[in-house]
């Protein structure tokens, strides 16, 4: 079994920065394709950025590309959400999932795997 736990999510003014972080156990993120996904309100969940695990290519949403970076950090078993510029719209609670293939990389329920959430509010 994989257990992910998200955290460093917060406050944050528009334009400011982000670092999420979202540690994994049980099992190596070596092992999996995966995403951080974000829910805002009154919407359905949203892929941000996924990653497969065979060559490590990336995908962002539109709204996102050049502001957002992911990435593994191999020796802590963690995966990391780098987020730049950020807009109100950014506002919501992120999640990093993880599959060994998931069928549909933009959907949220054919990972396996996720977290807990961590709430990200950007407003001034």
């Known amino acids: 079994q994989l257990q992910l736990v998200e955290s460093g999510g917060g406050l944050v003014q528009p334009g400011g920065s982000l670092r999420l972080s979202c540690a994994a156990s049980g099992r190596s993120l070596d092992d999996f394709a995966i995403a951080w996904f974000r829910q805002v309100p009154g919407k359905e969940r949203e892929v941000v950025v996924c990653m497969s695990k065979e060559d490590g290519h990336t995908y962002y949403r539109d709204s996102v590309k050049g502001r957002f970076t992911i ?49 990200v509010t950007v407003s001034s």
């Not at 293939?101 to 959907?107: C, D, H, L, R």
């Open 71 to 119: 990435a593994r950090d191999k020796g802590e078993n963690t995966l990391i959400l780098q987020g730049d510029n950020l807009e109100p719209e950014d506002t919501g609670v992120y999640y990093c999932n993880a599959d060994r293939s998931p069928n549909n990389w933009w959907t949220f329920d054919d990972y396996d795997y996720w977290g807990q959430g961590t709430q």
